[in-house]
């Protein structure tokens, strides 16, 4: 099992990035994803998933309207689009997969993150 994470980088206040998160060892399209990030010294925090289908989004109130979570089952890859970063941002991103079995056993893997800096 692989989540490979990519696009993280340095940007200044007010710019865009877009992270990939590259998976392979499972059955992509049968996993909600979702994009967690953890600054330094704080816990890590849900910012955005995405269901299995693709169907469904939900974001921390703390990127609405400016991140948008997406997801190609064909090239097996979940995206974060980032617009009008701001230097609270700053974290490494991590993505994560997870399902939950017949009787409720969830299975969940993590990518091992990508850093991204919001600074001038």
């Known amino acids: 099992v692989q989540l490979v994470e990519s696009g993280g980088g340095l940007v200044q206040p007010g710019g865009s990035l877009r992270l990939s998160c590259a998976v392979s060892?499972?059955?992509?399209?049968?996993?909600?994803m979702s994009w967690y990030r953890q600054a330094p010294g704080k816990e890590r925090e849900l910012v955005a998933v995405?269901?299995?289908?693709?169907?469904?989004?939900s974001y921390a109130d703390s990127v609405k309207g400016r991140f948008t979570i997406s997801r190609d089952n064909a090239k097996n890859t979940v995206y974060l689009q980032m617009n009008s970063l701001k230097p609270e941002d700053t974290a490494v991103y991590y993505c994560?997969?997870?399902?939950?079995?017949?009787?409720?056993?969830?299975?969940?893997?993590w990518g091992q993150g990508t850093q991204v800096t919001v600074s001038s």
């Open positions: 995405i269901s299995s289908a693709g169907g469904s989004t």
């Open positions: 994560r997969a997870v399902r939950y079995s017949s009787v409720s056993i969830p299975y969940i893997y």
């Open positions: 060892g499972f059955t992509f399209s049968s996993y909600d």
